[in-house]
Structures are given as structure tokens and as C-alpha cells.
């Protein structure tokens, strides 16, 4: 049965509606109730608020190096939103790392100081959380632009993704769920809704998202391999080591974490992968509707040649720059490139870029079979081998035949 784009976009929203909300509701009725009392403090002390006026800037009598900076602004957020209060900001003079003098119309972070019955503001950070949107609705605005109705999709599939993980799949782990099987379910549900949306349901969405699935599958077992062969331990970084204090009461698997990282970031690889060699089959079977499943393989593998050297570079970037820093701060240290590249937290990051550019890889071939079968299983015999003619004679039935490959050929 074939359904249109239009109604299986409505089927898949729906879906995604309630499994979201099922899907939190869960988890969250099972979560832990952990809270780390230095941030809850932090979160209830602090107050979003507009300059309006400078009133003073003096150095500092106890600190040369900063300058006591006193305005005026105006909250807004919280209880006390349109109150205009005063507050204190030590701005350092010659300090890159260290926020710059506030100007008036900033949007600012402010910290509250209780003594008593008197309050105290001071400067915590800049409010950059407008700039963040605004760029994010020019991002949003230019996929709608250029890509119209499926440039619409395409922002539903990436909201719904954004959704799933941030309420379904974090929750879940925060209930002390199995993380290995909230990977798998949670990576299920962004293949099949984003292809879906993007896509339709057809053979093309269907061999995309079996060869994504094996991708994403195959990139999951070899982390699980290669975790056991290399021994590591999951503590790769101080961030691991906070996340198990925190989870004191349901010690977290450190390694299950890893894994969920290796596999989530191999799944966007895999996808667009998989689309694409899925997609060019298709428009290639349109055009030429009389190949061969063994033609077919051959152009998918054509066209995976010329994927993989772009996408294996961009996974492998894309994690050498998140780890840049980290290298450079070793590097600084004269640490010899042995002992660098044998530390677990670089060994991460290698295994994240290698097996997510393995499991782009495998995804190559079985999405190409997978779309093979599927195309030539839904177009059926070759025209020229289906048809018959009675009326016409033998002999001009073959020269028909012979013209009609001739002009295929050209083509």
C-alpha cells in the first residue's frame, strides 16, 4: 500500500507526539532525584536583566588589575520582572579570559548576594541566549527557503530528533535505565521519523533506513569489541568522574555512556549516507527503468567511492576539532605522541571518529543491495522481457527489441 508524503508526514507526527509524551512521562515518574546543591543554588541566585545606565567606573582599591563598575538595569525574569535595582560588576582590565565592561542596552546574567534584609546584585555573565536564537531562525529560515515543503520536513525531523533526546532518551538515563537499550530504541525512532518525514514511506525511505540501521548496528558492535579488547574503563575525562558522583544512588555504566556516544554520532553519518546512495538508485532506476540488479550494484558502488572520501573527512574533522584544545594543551606540555595518543580520553575520541567512519563504510554496500533488491523487486520484469506483442511477427518484435536497447544505450 502506498501512503503520500503528505499523510505519512501527519502519521509520523502523531506518533512522534505520543511517543514523546509517553515516552517522558515514563521515564520521568521513575527518575532519580539528584540535584547537585552548588548548581541549585547557583540557578535560584541568578537573574536575567537589561542595562539602562552606567553610573560609575573606579579602580579597585584592593586589586589594580580590575575596575568597579556600578549600573543600572532592569530585571527581566523572575518574580521581580521591571524592577529596576543596581548592580556591581569587577571587570579586569587587561584579562581576555574574563567577561569585558558592561555598556548600556547589554542583556546580562546577575548574581543575588542576601545579607539580611539587603540584596546585593553583582555580574555573573552575558544573557547571549537572544543571539543564539536569532541565528538559529536564519538557520531554520534559509532550509525553508531552499528547500521549500521538504525544507519544512527536514526542521520537523531535526526538532523531533532535538525532542527525542532531551526528553525521551536523557530521562531515561536519568530513571537509571539500560542504557544500551535506550540507544538502540531511541536510534530507531530518529531513523524511522526522520526518513519518513524526509522521505515518505516508499522503497527509497525503507533501503535508506535498513542500510542506516545496519551502519548504525555494525558501528555499535565493534565499540563493544573494542571496548573489551582495549580495556577501557569509561573514565576518560573529568566530566565522567563528576557524572559518577552525581549518580551516587544509580551508579552509572561509564562504558554504556561511551557507547551511546559512539553510536548516536555514527547515526548521523550513517543517514546521510544511506539517503544518498538510496536516492541516486532510485532517480537512476527512473531514468532507466530496464537495468539489472547487478548494474544497479555496480552505480551504488560508484557512487560510494565518491561519499566516502568527503564524509570519512568530515567525521574525522569534525572530532579532531572537538578535541583540539585538549591536544594543544598536551602539546604545550612536551607530551611525547606515544604516550599522547595512549591516554583513554584521546583513544575516545579516535575510536568515535574510526568506528563512526567504519560504520559509514559498511553502510555503503548494504545500502546498495538493500535498494538494489528493493528497486528492481518493486518495477518487476524488464519491459522488453514483459511484453509480448501477438499481432506483430517474430522477426519484428526482435528488431524492436534491438532498437530499444541501442537507444537505451545511448542514453
Not at 548521523?268 to 544511506?274: F, N, Y
Request: aromatic share 10%; with cysteine.
Amino acid at each position: 500500500m502506498k501512503i503520500s508524503q503528505g499523510k505519512a508526514a501527519w502519521i509520523v507526527l502523531l506518533f512522534s507526539i505520543l511517543f514523546l509524551w509517553v515516552g517522558n512521562r515514563y521515564a520521568s515518574a521513575h527518575a532519580l532525584h539528584i540535584t547537585i546543591s552548588g548548581y541549585e543554588s547557583e540557578m535560584n541566585d541568578q537573574l536575567f536583566a537589561k542595562v539602562t545606565r552606567i553610573d560609575s567606573v573606579t579602580p579597585s582599591q584592593t586589586d589594580s588589575s580590575t575596575n568597579v563598575v556600578k549600573f543600572t538595569c532592569i530585571i527581566t525574569s523572575g518574580d521581580k520582572k521591571g524592577t529596576s535595582v543596581y548592580a556591581t560588576q569587577y571587570a579586569y582590565k587587561n584579562n581576555a579570559a574574563m567577561p569585558p565592561q558592561v555598556s548600556p542596552n547589554d542583556k546580562v546574567v546577575l548574581g543575588k548576594l542576601s545579607d539580611g534584609s539587603s540584596t546585593e546584585y553583582t555580574f555573573e555573565n552575558y544573557d547571549r541566549i537572544e543571539q543564539v536564537f536569532w541565528l538559529s531562525l536564519v538557520f531554520v529560515g534559509l532550509i525553508v527557503v531552499f528547500g521549500g515543503k521538504r525544507g519544512l520536513k527536514t526542521v520537523l525531523s531535526l526538532a523531533l530528533t532535538c525532542f527525542a533526546i532531551f526528553f525521551v532518551f536523557v530521562p531515561c538515563i536519568m530513571a537509571g535505565f539500560n542504557i544500551f537499550a535506550s540507544t538502540v530504541v531511541i536510534c530507531i525512532y530518529i531513523i524511522a521519523v526522520s526518513y519518513i518525514l524526509t522521505g515518505g514511506i516508499n522503497q527509497k525511505s525503507l533501503s535508506a533506513a535498513i542500510g542506516c540501521s545496519g551502519g548504525v548496528a555494525f558501528s555499535g558492535a565493534v565499540y563493544i569489541v573494542m571496548e573489551r579488547i582495549m580495556k577501557l574503563t569509561g573514565y576518560y575525562n573529568d566530566q565522567t568522574s563528576l557524572l559518577e558522583q552525581t549518580f551516587t544512588q544509580c551508579p552509572l555504566d561509564l562504558k554504556a555512556i561511551v557507547f551511546a556516544m559512539v553510536t548516536i554520532g555514527a547515526l548521523g553519518a550513517t543517514m546521510d549516507v544511506a539517503m544518498s546512495i538510496a536516492s541516486s538508485l532510485e532517480e537512476i532506476q527512473k531514468s532507466k527503468s530496464n537495468m539489472r540488479k547487478i548494474e544497479i550494484i555496480q552505480s551504488g558502488f560508484n557512487i560510494g567511492k565518491d561519499i566516502m572520501g568527503t564524509m570519512t573527512n568530515t567525521l574525522i574533522l569534525a572530532y579532531i576539532g572537538s578535541s583540539l584544545i585538549m591536544v594543544l594543551i598536551y602539546a604545550a606540555s612536551n607530551y611525547p605522541i606515544l604516550q599522547l595518543l595512549n591516554k583513554e580520553e584521546i583513544i575516545v575520541e579516535i575510536l568515535q571518529s574510526l568506528i563512526g567512519s567504519l560504520g559509514m563504510l559498511f553502510t555503503i554496500p548494504f545500502t546498495t543491495v538493500i535498494s538494489a533488491w528493493l528497486i528492481r523487486k518493486s518495477v518487476g520484469q524488464r519491459p522488453e522481457e514483459a511484453k509480448t506483442f501477438p499481432h506483430v511477427s517474430q522477426s519484428q518484435q526482435k528488431k524492436n527489441l534491438r532498437i530499444h536497447t541501442f537507444n537505451d544505450e545511448g542514453r
